[in-house]
């Protein structure tokens, strides 16, 4: 399956890439080198710390360059002022618990539900896409599902610490 990503999110990915491969790559490696300089490698803890965090950066790097080569790119334009869209945040009210909540509907890889970020690919992503205020949605789950009311929608303001999730 091909992430769906929006052209922010590839400019994030590519930041992040570039820090690993400039900044983070040569002081790893230089820590590399001076644990294999004290000495001997059979009992040298510092080096094999050093190694396995050279080698977590490095697959950071290719996990990342991989979800941009085989990444679908979608289009994070807002859409309509009053329809749930990416990037929008949305105020849901659900009757069974007479709750309200705010969620942000974003990409995969940058859902979050402990920050109220929800995937365009979860469930109530999914059910709230392209809906209105005022609509009652029901969110299928398995068998079964909840409905939902939106109360409101509004344009997120862009937050540009939301970080891109990997392995």
């Known amino acids: 399956m091909h992430d769906r990503l929006t052209k922010s999110d590839i400019e994030k990915i590519e930041k992040e890439i570039n820090h690993r491969k400039l900044d ?11 644990a294999r300089a004290q000495g001997d490698l059979s009992e040298n803890f510092e080096y094999y710390a050093a190694k396995r965090e050279k080698n977590i950066n490095e697959s950071r790097i290719r996990y990342l360059e991989r ?10 334009d807002a859409g309509a002022p009053d329809e749930v869209a990416m990037n929008k945040n949305v105020e849901v009210w ?17 859902g979050d539900s402990l920050r109220n970020l929800i995937s365009i690919d979860s ?14 949605v029901h969110v299928k789950i398995g068998d079964g599902g909840y409905d939902v009311v939106i109360r409101s929608i509004s344009e997120a303001i ?6 891109i999730r990997g392995f």
Do not use: C, Q, W, Y
């Not at 659900?94 to 940058?110: G, L, W």
């Open 24 to 34: 983070l790559r040569p002081e790893l490696i230089e820590a590399v080198k001076e």
């Open 67 to 76: 979800m941009i080569r085989t990444a679908e790119i979608i289009d994070d």
């Open 94 to 110: 659900f009757p069974e618990d007479d709750e309200t909540e705010t969620f942000r509907i974003v990409t995969t890889i940058r």
């Open 123 to 136: 469930p109530l992503g999914k059910a709230l896409m392209h809906r209105k205020t005022g609509d009652t």
């Open 158 to 163: 862009d937050d540009s610490s939301d970080e």
